[in-house]
């Protein structure tokens, strides 16, 4: 005998506020109506930044439509967001437009938005009918994070086509060490009939005292009322029937004050008392001796959620609504603040430059890469998260921000006040060097890093560019698209870039990021040059192109940053604010892992031919800053500028090492009176020269082979590949034969 109960529908919250909307809108359908077109496009805006209940709350409207709205909707659908297509395609089920609507809820079922998919996933459950209506879902059930809309569709695919793979996904799912995740696929299992499979689960949600508890206990006795009647044979088979019903009914109330209440502040799911949070809340807003924003109940739950998020690992956190437009603002490449790429220092906890932008205030103000920021605005920064911290970093452009940093070769920190301004971040620089050896460096795998790679390659090649050497030092990452774009541009065939995996299979399965594009750029050898400071993206594609054998890499160990993070959109504030979750770990091809352990310290993307770039003593250290600090040099500066422009741009380029090229140098030496050598002020004389070089480019030099010893190694390996003599070229002959001995990375290393 079928099992009464096998057809009972889990469904959520926003789901029943769904079914009400619809017979609400039905009664309304006959009414007056305004121009669909327009209330559609309301509509649709209401959904794109709306969370559960008011995307269903826009479909409630469209249905005042009636059959009105179809055409407007159908148009809209072409160029809605995922929501926004989800709540459509709710509507145009309404009105026989379910093949058309099916598509939609199976697309977006499967996609990137998680608030999107899990609508999706209980739409098709409540209204799909058959095999047709779910066509093609059970190939991309793979690709689904998500556990509780993976485990929604496996449960629909059981019903509605019976397939036996996602049923058997099911069970896979009971040993999931998260008990959320094993819950909701032994209740899924439950609702299929599939009772057997889900006992245990289902005792031990029994034994908790819990609405979700309460609800399992109802499932097994429901078990254990119809294997009674399977017994009784005297009783009447209407009664049975009846009995079968009402035990329904009392099922399906049951499952609606769960959702309600599992959903209400304060409620408890999964043995969490939630009432700790609110109690706290409570008493700080009572007790608390200051009153204002710092006891604002959001942001005392917001600062709860960074907290707890932040505990996990440094590279996880909650970003608020207002760290999430800031985010997603410089992830397009424009943002106003004092113009750094910054990190947390795992070691020292501390906020650390990764890198400068050269044309903002804080290199202008003399930070550089690897400086420590210690405070901002009178907070240290110490065990803070870097969202938080960026967040006080940026502002309005003209406003003021003061900082506190520290160096190495400082003997205290010493504070900075700088103006915020309108950042454009250019990931790409790039020129030809002597010898025909091109030199991109990429400074961040934002949204344009691609194209602007692909515009510098080509105009390389163009320029008869032999051999590249790629720049990757200091580069703290970003979109891992972008990486596996970059790394394609050199790789042929069908070879593998970088794959995650997480510690739950189901949650994080292993995902390959293979070349996928036919057109590749030339053989020509590559050299790329990373540092400590080379991290995520840049070690991927660093580590790809070693793997490989498609480049040699030069520099040192890259940081070792190799976690897996997913932006989850929260649905508890309409998906205005993220939680940055690590959620796996990447490996390069070979099997190696990225990601630097905190105890061993091993991890991270070691060069074939290891140098440290050079660096001063403490007390030449301490000398230079007083001599950059002191307003003579770029007094000085000035005047060769002003009086030499042609030949000092020339300088700027390349002066030969030879400081008697600046005229009037002698005297300005004698005068600084300092301990440092003739070569050591002619850099900095050099520095400043380039700074007005710059300004006259109107652009960057994109590199200084010239003090950089990292980089002369790089064109040294370069021109042993292309047989090149670096002797025949003024440029290069300082250092020509400076690295005839070849320290490598040990294999072991590697």
Known sequence: MKRAYRDVRHWSAAAWVAAVLVVLGAVHATGQVGDPEAAVGEAVAAMESAGEDGVFAAVGRLERLGATGVEAARRALQHAGPRARVGLAAYLLQHDEGERAFAVLREAATGEDPLAARLAAELLRQHADGPEDVAGLEPALAGVRDPFVKIALAQLLRSKAGSLA???????????????????????????GNIEAARPVLRELAASPTLRGRYAQNLLQLD????????????????????????????????????????????????????????????????????????????????????????????SSYMTEKETEEFERTMQGQ?????????????????????????GPAYRA????????????????????????????KGPAGTPVTIKVYRKSWEKERTFTL??????????????????????ALSQFGHTAVDEVEKALVELEHQGMRGLILDLRANPGGLLSAAV???????????????????????????????????????????????????????????????????????????????????????????????????????????????????????????DVLIEPEEEDPCTAAEIERVLGNPALERYGAKLWAEHEELMAQLAEFDGLDPQRYPGFEEFYAALQTTLDRQAVRRLVRGVIRRYAQDRRAKEFAHDYE???????????????????????????FFAHKFAARPEAPAELR
């Not at 603040?337 to 400068?356: F, H, Q, Y």
């Not at 003399?366 to 938080?388: A, M, N, P, Q, Y």
């Open 166 to 192: 996602a049923e058997q996904l099911l069970k896979d799912y009971l040993a999931a060490s998260e008990l959320d995740v094993r819950a909701a696929a032994a209740l899924a299992l439950a609702e299929l």
């Open 366 to 393: 003399g930070l550089r890469s690897l400086d420590k920021i210690t405070e901002v605005e009178g907070e240290s920064t110490f065990g803070k998260t870097v969202e938080e911290l960026v967040a006080k970093l």
């Open 224 to 315: 254990k009322l119809y294997r009674s009647l399977e017994r009784t044979q005297g009783l009447e088979a209407e009664q049975q029937v009846k009995l079968l019903e009402q035990k329904n009914r009392e099922l399906e109330q049951r499952i609606r004050e769960l959702e309600r209440r599992a959903s209400a502040p304060g409620g408890s799911e999964g043995g969490v008392d939630l009432s700790l949070l609110q109690e706290l809340l409570r008493h700080v807003r009572l007790y608390y001796v200051e009153d204002g924003d710092k006891t604002d109940p959001k942001r005392l739950i917001d600062h709860a959620a960074k907290g707890l998020v932040s505990s996990l690992d440094p590279f």
């Open 485 to 607: 774009d970059i790394a394609d541009k050199f790789l042929k065939d069908d070879k593998l870039i970088v794959y995650s995996e997480g510690r739950n299979p189901h949650i994080a399965p292993r995902r390959e990021f293979r070349t996928r594009q036919a057109s590749t750029h030339p053989d020509y050898p590559i050299v790329v040059l990373v540092n400590r400071a080379s991290a995520s993206a840049s070690e991927i594609v660093a580590g790809a192109l070693q793997d490989h054998k498609r480049a040699l890499l030069v520099g040192s160990r890259t940081f070792g940053k190799g976690s897996v993070q997913q932006l989850i959109k929260v649905r508890a504030t309409g998906g205005q604010s993220t939680l940055r979750l690590t959620i796996a770990k990447y490996y390069l091809p070979s099997g190696r892992s990225i990601h630097r352990d905190s105890e061993s310290g091993e991890g991270g993307v070691v060069p």
């Open 419 to 440: 103006i915020r301004e309108e950042i454009q971040l250019d990931s790409v620089h790039f020129a030809m060097l002597p010898g025909g050896i091109g030199y991109l």
């Open 707 to 733: 003090n950089d010893v990292q980089l002369q190694r790089a064109i040294y390996e370069m021109a042993k590949k292309l047989g090149t003599d670096l002797a025949q070229y003024p440029e290069y002959a």
């Open 335 to 359: 943002y106003a603040g004092i113009g750094a790429v910054v990190s947390m220092d795992p070691k020292d906890k501390l906020l650390t430059i990764i890198r400068p932008i050269y044309s």
